[in-house]
């Protein structure tokens, strides 16, 4: 034992990504949903969806930014996934939006409209697509104070925004119960810097980013500016966790038709596995890395021993 410990000390790197790269296939190909500990920040994410008055009759609606692209599609897709059963199976009213992002208004409403067929949701009435926009400095001051100003037409049909029935009533930024950025670059401090200011009662903002941009969002939980954060697929396989269990729920009372399917991302070509199943993987990678770890450092201090004893053979 002491021998083979001894030799991790000189083992061939490539050898750890071989270990490595059979565990993540093995895994990938036979999975099982983790049972996350849900994080605060994805529970405090998850409630202020609930408690949005953006239900039928509420007069409001969410507003959902996809700003991302196929090479966040694992973090971002299932956060929007998630995200969007939540709100259907609440019923609540959204629209999705990508604020200079062209591959998040092509991801955005795929993923929407796909899961709406399965959810029974009506685009025009449940739900609405605002296109892409530009990224510009008059958008986020022309936005906030006129919706139908700045959003002419929809972005599947290309038909005037006020002739749909979701967008009766909506005005301003003052209709929108919340809003939620779906990102991989740090947009949600444009709609803190410049949007948020202009609502009253402050816009409740989720933030759903990628796991390497969580650390500098945490003093803005702190402030209340983010309402919640959803972090990489970890925070993607926590919320997706909870609804789950509100689909349970709901499918056990009869208030849902059909049951899930977690394959129903049909308009992406191979759109991500459930985010729970990708944890599953991760975090069986995460072990590997850290038996490695504890074998190299093991193997260090039986190294140093030995050679201690070496050293005071010698000397005697």
Request: charged share 15%; proline share 7%.
């Amino acid at each position: 034992m002491e021998k083979f410990l001894r030799q991790l000390q000189s083992l061939d790197r490539r050898w750890i990504y071989l270990v490595l790269s059979i565990v993540l296939i093995i895994t990938l190909i036979k999975s099982y949903p983790d049972k996350p500990i849900v994080l605060p920040s994805v529970q405090h994410f998850y409630d202020a969806v609930d408690q949005a008055p953006a239900g039928p009759g509420q007069g409001k609606i969410i507003l959902v930014n996809t700003l991302f692209a196929a090479g966040t599609i694992a973090e971002n897709g299932t956060q929007m996934r998630s995200l969007v059963r939540h709100l259907m199976l609440t019923h609540k009213r959204f629209a999705t939006i990508s604020v200079g992002e062209p591959q998040g208004a092509t991801y955005g409403p795929a993923i929407a409209g796909d899961l709406a067929k399965q959810y029974g949701y009506e685009y025009g009435k449940d739900w609405i697509d605002f296109g892409y926009q530009f990224n510009t400095l008059a958008f986020f001051m022309s936005f906030p104070r006129d919706i139908p100003g700045q959003i002419k037409t929809d972005g599947q049909e290309n038909k005037p925004i006020t002739s749909f029935p979701i967008m009766q009533g909506i005005r301003n930024i003052n209709d929108v119960a919340m809003h939620v950025e779906i990102t991989a670059s740090a947009s949600v401090y444009d709609w803190m810097q410049y949007v948020q200011p202009k609502s009253n009662p402050r816009l409740p903002i989720g933030y759903a980013c990628t796991g390497v941009m969580a650390a500098d969002a945490y003093p803005y939980l702190d402030s209340g500016q983010l309402i919640g954060m959803m972090p990489g697929l970890k925070g993607a396989s926590d919320y997706e966790a909870l609804v789950d269990k509100l689909q349970t729920q709901e499918e056990a009372a009869g208030h849902v038709k059909h049951h899930y399917d977690p394959n129903a991302i049909t308009s992406i070509p191979a759109f991500p596995p459930p985010a729970r199943n990708l944890m599953y993987s991760q975090s069986a990678a995460h072990i590997v890395i850290i038996l490695f770890i504890i074998f190299g450092n093991v193997g260090l201090l039986l190294s140093r021993r030995l050679a201690k004893k070496s050293a005071a053979k010698e000397e005697a």
